[in-house]
């Protein structure tokens, strides 16, 4: 068994400065815990550098905004406190996951603009996020919740609150066996998994859903522009569930599942083709390039 995530050697940056990894808490009348009043970013560094860690830095702080929880720090900040944690574990290739989320303070109740917003930097080593599954295509089953409407919560954000049908969905998923769960939006259409975008292919052209109402991965941004340069036609739109017969491939993109061929999604069946390997492999060159 591995070991716990808040049991191992290591160090963690911290509202400015590094701690011994063990010593990395919290008191638990943080409003967060109380609140979701979290925000968070999943990154990944490769060889030694991490990949669009600007973007990343600049979205926690967008996320931040979009909370009314101003992060207190800059993107320079941002940026130098993931590299200051890859330097004092001695990270090449890991996982980072800088998180801000709104403190302890005067506060213990629905609002707490008194209270600090804090952060703190983690990284680790961690390797295909779907398992030795990946290119047999992953199983998805296909989420009992909705995505939310724009106006029933930020859907721009990376906002812990986001993530609670997300865990009980892959929870549901995990027990039948599947490795991941599709959504639906609110409305109906197709929009993402529980932590990947999701992408399609009919006759040599790219589908994927418009990233107007959940998170616009910034994997989905790079595979779109990837696709463009290569002379494909990718159609960003609103797609609906009964299209999903008509499609031959499908991945997902995210910095975890960076690219994760989908072999099926409930009853619908997709094969790991051409381009979904393609694509694959040309992102697996652009991260390390
Ligand atoms: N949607 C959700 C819900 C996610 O958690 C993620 C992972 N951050 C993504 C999409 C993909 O985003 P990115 O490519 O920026 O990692």
């Not at 967060?32 to 560094?45: D, I, L, P, Q, T």
């Not at 049908?165 to 998923?173: L, V």
């Amino acid at each position: 068994m591995t070991a716990a995530y808040d049991d191992r050697d290591g160090w963690i940056w911290m509202d400015g400065e590094l701690v011994a990894w063990r010593e990395a808490k919290v008191h638990i009348l943080t409003h967060a815990m109380h609140y979701a009043s979290s925000v968070f970013e999943g990154e990944r560094c490769y060889n030694g550098k991490i990949f669009k860690s600007r973007e990343h830095s600049l979205r926690l702080i967008e996320s931040g905004r979009l909370l009314d929880m101003p992060i207190p720090y800059t993107a320079d900040q941002i940026d130098a406190a993931k590299e200051e944690v890859l330097r004092a574990n001695g990270f090449e290739n890991a996982y980072l996951r800088v998180v801000a989320w709104r403190g302890s303070g005067p506060d213990m109740g629905v609002s707490a603009a008194r209270n600090p917003v804090r952060m703190a930097v983690c990284a680790w080593e961690w390797g295909s996020y779907y398992g030795d599954a990946k290119w047999q295509g992953a199983k998805l089953d296909v989420a009992k919740w909705k995505r939310p409407s724009p106006e029933t919560i930020p859907t721009a954000a990376k906002a812990a609150g986001l993530y609670m049908i997300c865990t009980m969905s892959k929870h549901a998923a995990e027990a039948k066996g599947c490795s991941d769960a599709l959504f639906m939006d609110w409305e109906g259409y197709v929009a993402e998994a529980t932590g990947a975008n999701i992408f399609f292919v009919k006759d040599g052209e790219i589908h994927t859903p418009l990233a107007d109402r959940f998170l616009n991965g910034i994997t989905r941004q790079t595979i779109i522009q990837m696709l463009r340069d290569k002379g494909y036609t990718v159609h960003e739109r609103r797609i609906l569930p009964e299209e999903l017969e008509g499609f031959s491939e499908c991945w997902l993109t995210g910095t975890a599942a960076e690219v994760t061929p989908v072999g099926q999604i409930g009853d619908w069946h997709f094969q790991v083709g051409r381009i979904t390997r393609q694509v694959a492999e040309d992102y697996e060159a652009l991260v390390r390039a």
